[in-house]
């Protein structure tokens, strides 16, 4: 089994430690990183300047590991599929662990998503892992291995679909205080951020994009918010389609009245 590991927090963040420890104990681990954090920088690529990869042992000596200074999409697509890991291409890709949850609309703004996102785009199986906490300098990471691991046992005993990223999200708590595991749907109606006002020392005004995550409440049941809130690790199948059957025919019917017309 062939792994490959991103993140959106940089090569030094913890997190990708702590997923790269794990993973090692199921397969070949490669790492192929930003060299610094890339948060909320979606599914962007590098177009306009060159992308370096240097080689590094931040690891262990049997991991080969890059950092790039590129995106999540670069990482994965230049360096895991094309160019630094040697045909064949990774079985699977996992991509965290990262710090602070992905809920929600967060699928679309997430660098860490985003790296599980390519891989879906290149059919190969990807899994997005989030832990609910906010300062990695107060986690304590082994904790986490712990139910990290517990979920991995679970992934490598099946065939993931290609078409379906695994968006994960880990309860910042003990193994003895996790509920469980729920798959569940993101719950799109959450606001979670919102802009706030404040004056510079001019009197002009700017804004400032303030996660209000843990002011969240009447939170709808059974989505991932109210679930992992509630201590349980929330897995949401998020599927790349590039096309619906249904809305097509709904479409053609629409331009085909009013475009076609003579």
């Known amino acids: 089994m062939r792994i490959l590991v991103t993140n959106d927090d940089g090569i030094f963040h913890p997190g990708i430690e702590a997923m790269v420890n794990v993973l090692g104990h199921f397969g070949e681990v490669y790492v192929v990183s930003p060299d610094k954090e890339r948060s909320a920088i979606s599914h962007s690529i590098t177009l306009r300047h060159p992308i370096k990869a240097i080689e590094n042992k931040l690891f262990t000596t049997a ?14 697509n230049m360096g895991g599929i094309n160019v630094l890991m040697k045909e064949p291409p990774p079985d699977i890709v ?43 300098q107060y986690v304590n990471y082994e904790q986490v291995k712990i139910l990290f691991y517990r979920l991995a ?26 509920r469980g595991v729920k798959v569940v749907d993101v719950d799109m109606q959450v606001q979670r951020y919102r802009y706030v006002g404040l004056n510079d020392p001019h009197g002009q005004i700017y804004y400032w994009l303030k ?28 599927e790349l389609r590039a096309s619906n059957k249904r809305k097509k025919e709904q479409l053609n019917r629409w331009f085909s009245h009013s475009v076609n017309r003579p």
């Open 63 to 76: 991991i080969q590991s890059w950092m790039v200074n590129g995106t999540p999409a670069d990482c994965v």
């Open 94 to 136: 996992f991509s965290g662990i990262n710090i602070g949850p992905n809920l929600g609309r967060d699928i679309f703004y997430s660098g860490t998503i985003a790296g599980a996102m390519e891989a879906t785009l290149h059919n190969i199986p990807a899994v997005a892992v989030s832990l609910a906490s906010f300062d990695s």
């Open 153 to 178: 046992e679970v992934i490598f005993q099946y065939t993931l679909p290609k078409e379906i990223l695994l968006n994960v999200n880990l309860p910042y708590t003990s193994k003895e205080l996790c």
């Open 211 to 238: 996660d209000e995550y843990q002011q969240l409440d009447k939170l709808r049941e059974n989505k991932d918010f109210s679930s992992l809130r509630e201590g349980y690790i929330t897995i949401s199948p998020v």
